[in-house]
């Protein structure tokens, strides 16, 4: 009888363990998933704390901010296609020694080649600027009633409430977190402000920002809702508005394996937002995130590992146009 009995409460035993095996299991993995998230945490932590301290970013190049660029084939004479760029650091042509190799002029002369009229290029951008300071300090000033008020926005002191100082503040947000190596772009003003407020009115416009959103870990959906008030503006003022991706920062070589890694995704997640933006608002979108640029060769590189370098910018500037549709380059053409 005992003997039965004891038999009896092994094999209950041996149940029980088989049956709680595949709970034990689950949970083991549960734990230890658990645990490489927080060491991936901490490294993107450790990651950004690196960048921060021993990154040194390019400053924005000397030069004007406007030209035209007349391309191989195209009439000189033609009355020319008047383009306006405002955004970050790309836009700024950090990492080129002169503001004639950055991206926008390079972007103009492969239009103007491609339309067969000069273009007429101006840029207003800023080195660590966010989608809101391009709403707020550099679009505002296209329109005529914002105009004393973002004079005065430009003054941090003054109108501490303003959407302006809450751009300054997102850009100071972006200048001090993910990447960390943006901390001191504050401190650089443009060489020379493009004197857009000559006038308001252009046939294209081309928003660049983004990267800086992702440093400063803005929500999707607060890039979306700003980027469309961005086009908003922007069609109020040309008749063809394209929005330029944010870089691809992920292939960065001067930050850290698991910083890029959680960059890749946040730029993935804004590259879906930003296309569904667009399709809404009739703008076109240059998508670069996944682009060939060759960004794992050296030379595509400046000095400061983090912005491309002038050769940089003419393979981003190729595939930009690239990008553009045929049907929206004629209506260019034909404007």
């Known amino acids: ?116 009229v000069p273009v007429e290029w101006r840029t207003d951008a800023k080195l660590g600027a966010t989608i809101r300071r391009v709403r707020y300090r550099q679009l505002a000033k296209l329109e005529p009633s914002s105009s004393s008020e973002n004079t005065a926005s430009e003054n941090p002191v003054s109108a501490s409430t303003s959407p302006a100082d809450d751009a300054a503040a997102a850009d100071a947000t972006a200048a001090n977190t993910t990447a960390g190596a943006t901390a001191h772009e504050q401190a650089h003003e443009p060489v020379e402000q493009s004197p857009i407020n000559e006038s308001r009115d252009f046939d294209v416009i081309v928003i660049g920002a983004g990267s800086n959103d992702i440093m400063a870990r803005r929500k999707t959906e607060e890039w979306s809702e700003e980027l469309g008030e961005c086009i908003r503006i922007a069609k109020r003022h040309a008749s063809h508005v394209a929005v330029l991706s944010c870089g691809q920062l992920f292939t960065i070589p001067s930050l850290g394996k698991a910083l890029r890694a959680d960059l890749e995704r946040l730029c993935n997640e804004q590259e879906a937002a930003s296309q569904a933006v667009c399709d809404a608002a009739g703008a076109v979108y ?30 981003l500037a190729h595939h930009c146009t690239d990008a553009m549709p045929k049907e929206w380059l004629d209506g260019l053409r034909n404007r």
């Not at 595509?300 to 002038?310: E, K, N, T």
């Open 1 to 116: 009888m005992a003997k039965n009995t004891q038999e009896s409460t092994r094999k209950n035993e041996q149940k029980n363990a088989q049956h709680d095996a595949p709970k034990n299991t689950q949970g083991r993995r549960a734990a230890s998933q658990r645990r490489r998230g927080l060491f991936h945490t901490i490294a993107i932590g450790a990651e950004a704390g690196w960048a921060k301290k021993h990154i040194t970013l390019a400053e924005e190049p000397q030069g004007m901010r406007h030209g035209i660029q007349v391309g191989d084939g195209a009439d000189p004479t033609a009355r020319p296609i008047r383009m306006l760029a405002v955004g970050d650091s790309m836009i700024a042509g950090c990492g080129t020694s002169d503001q004639s190799m950055g991206l926008i002029p390079q972007i103009a002369g492969l239009m103007s080649q491609r339309l067969g």
């Open 286 to 315: 240059l998508d670069m995130i996944h682009e060939e640029l060759h960004s794992d060769d050296f030379w595509f590189w400046c000095g400061d590992q983090f912005h491309p370098s002038a050769e940089g910018y003419r393979v």
